[in-house]
């Protein structure tokens, strides 16, 4: 049990992998700070020693923006864009697509799920 | 994928004059542009332009967050008013 950065608890995976349960450190960041700190790609989090633990949320601390600094860094940037009133602000204030996607079908990510209308006809022979 | 730094912001000639202008003449006045393709530059900040949507005016009034993004963002070309919802009602 290790916990890095405030709440994360990886457990007995490769300490690359359980890194990335961290919010903001992906595959990249997470070979990069095992690199910085000699940490052999076979290690598994359990295999660490309290100092590695340590150095591994020094280094975290120091050097990379992480879970909720990270998500209020993000919601501030679109809330930046509501605020301005620009075209992406927008888009994001009615959950639409940001990026030109189509809209016609699709974009169920931003959209959510599929509502019925109300009222279409339904296609019978 | 961005514009390369070396170019530096793309802003239409014209602009730089208009806005020079209205600096010099202190009334607040709309500066109507149809340059929407225009990066908005820091020495336009506090200054109000009326950026052409195809159809009106839109007033914009420049903040410093605005720098670095284009005018056409600011003027929205589309209008779209809802789905009627009634459609049930009518049928029934």
Aim: glycine share 8%.
């Amino acid at each position: 049990m290790a916990r890095i950065a405030g709440v994360n608890i990886p457990t007995n995976k490769r300490v690359q992998i359980s890194l990335r349960y961290i919010y903001g450190i992906g595959p990249k960041n997470a070979v990069e700070i095992c690199e910085k700190l000699g940490i052999p790609d076979d290690r598994r989090v359990n295999q660490l020693t309290d100092e590695e633990v340590l150095r591994i949320r020094e280094l975290i601390d120091r050097e990379y923006r992480v879970e909720g600094d990270l998500r209020r860094e993000v919601a501030m940037n679109i809330k930046r864009l509501m605020d301005m009133a620009c075209y992406r602000g927008l888009r994001h204030r009615r959950g639409l697509p940001v990026r030109g996607q189509r809209t016609h079908t699709n974009a169920r990510t931003r959209k959510g799920k599929a509502v019925a209308i109300a009222g279409k006809k339904k296609v019978t022979k | 994928m961005p514009r390369s730094v070396w170019k530096g912001p793309f802003v239409d000639g014209f602009l730089l004059n208009k806005a020079e202008a209205a600096r010099a003449s202190t009334r607040n006045e709309i500066i109507k542009i149809w340059s929407r393709r225009s990066t908005i530059l820091p020495q336009f900040v506090g200054l109000t332009f009326g950026v052409y949507n195809g159809k009106k005016f839109i007033p914009v009034q420049v903040s410093e967050n605005m720098v670095g993004h284009k005018f056409g963002e600011f003027s929205p070309t589309r209008t779209f008013t809802g789905h009627s919802s009634d459609k049930k009602a009518k049928r029934g």
